[in-house]
């Protein structure tokens, strides 16, 4: 749906943004044009709500600057918490798809993290980019020897990680031809490939949200970078690519706006949303 096409029955409601390059800069930070085009939206009505392959735990410290009253979905809709991160639905891989999921990603040489709905596990905190996803998030990740059958029991995301973005890549193609309709692979960043249980993706996080807010999905923009931010465009009355997104993702949206570098979600919301550009 085109914005010129857009009728007042249309007019936006409920903005659902991606958070790793799209509401946050490159060094993950909330920028002062970020937290005021938020305020701006609260004034005019419109629900700002927040999605990220994220643990709830690790947008924290996002909630209070932006102001958010509406739902946030971490582990890209595994788990959807009220503001003050107590849960209300939360979507757990089965069992038997969380230990394939694992072995693939470990036969394709990507080192794997384990998310449950309350541990970050990891097999060692020295590898590539955890230090990174410590400071970003804002907690430490657990350390065990292995990955146990009581960890994968309750397991809500497996993150393949490797340097090589071409063999996540690949691993991520892999993953959707091997798990199917079990699970919900896709790339968060170049360097994550994260799975999840099939209803843990950012479409069906459009749709929640549509029913928990009684807002119609016409009324709902959306905003990403990567191509897990695909599913929510197509679920949306209105998507918004950000120009640090791929040719692909922006292919898929039906606006782009700035990078994330420079203030792009500010200048998406005073254009396209809020009507001002």
């Known amino acids: 749906m085109g914005w010129q096409e857009m009728s007042n029955d249309d007019a936006i409601r409920l903005v659902l943004a991606d958070v790793d390059g799209t509401l946050v800069d490159g060094e993950k930070r909330l920028t002062e044009a970020a937290i005021a085009a938020a305020r701006a939206l ?33 582990f890209n809709g595994g788990v959807l918490v009220h503001p ?7 979507h757990a891989l089965e069992p038997d798809v969380a230990a394939s999921a694992l072995k693939l990603v470990l036969d394709n040489s990507l080192d794997a993290w384990v998310y ?10 020295s590898a590539p980019r955890i230090a990174r996803e410590t400071w970003t998030v804002k907690f430490e990740a657990t350390v065990v020897p292995a990955f146990t059958a009581a960890h994968l ?8 990680v490797s340097e090589d973005y071409d063999r996540v890549a690949a691993c991520e193609k892999q993953a959707q031809a091997v798990l199917g309709a079990g699970a919900s692979c896709a790339r968060s960043q170049p360097y994550y490939l994260d799975i999840t249980h099939p209803l843990a993706n950012k479409g069906s996080v459009v749709r929640t949200l549509s029913r928990v807010l009684s807002i119609p999905i016409a009324q709902i923009a959306t905003i990403g970078d990567m191509p897990n931010d695909i599913l929510m465009f197509r679920e949306s009355g209105f998507s918004i690519a950000m120009g640090n997104a791929s040719d ?16 792009g979600f500010a200048k998406a919301m005073d254009r396209y949303i809020l009507r001002r550009g």
């Open 42 to 74: 609260g004034a005019a009505g419109i629900t700002l709500a927040i999605t990220s392959g994220r643990p709830p735990r690790g947008m924290n410290m996002l909630i209070a600057p932006l102001a958010l009253s509406a739902p946030v979905a971490g």
């Open 84 to 90: 003050d991160l107590s849960v209300i639905e939360c």
């Open 116 to 125: 449950t709905p309350d541990q970050w596990l990891v097999r060692d905190a």
């Open 153 to 160: 029991a309750r397991t809500v995301k497996i993150v393949g």
């Open 248 to 263: 692909a993702v922006k292919a898929n949206a039906g606006a782009t706006t700035d990078s994330n570098q420079n203030d």
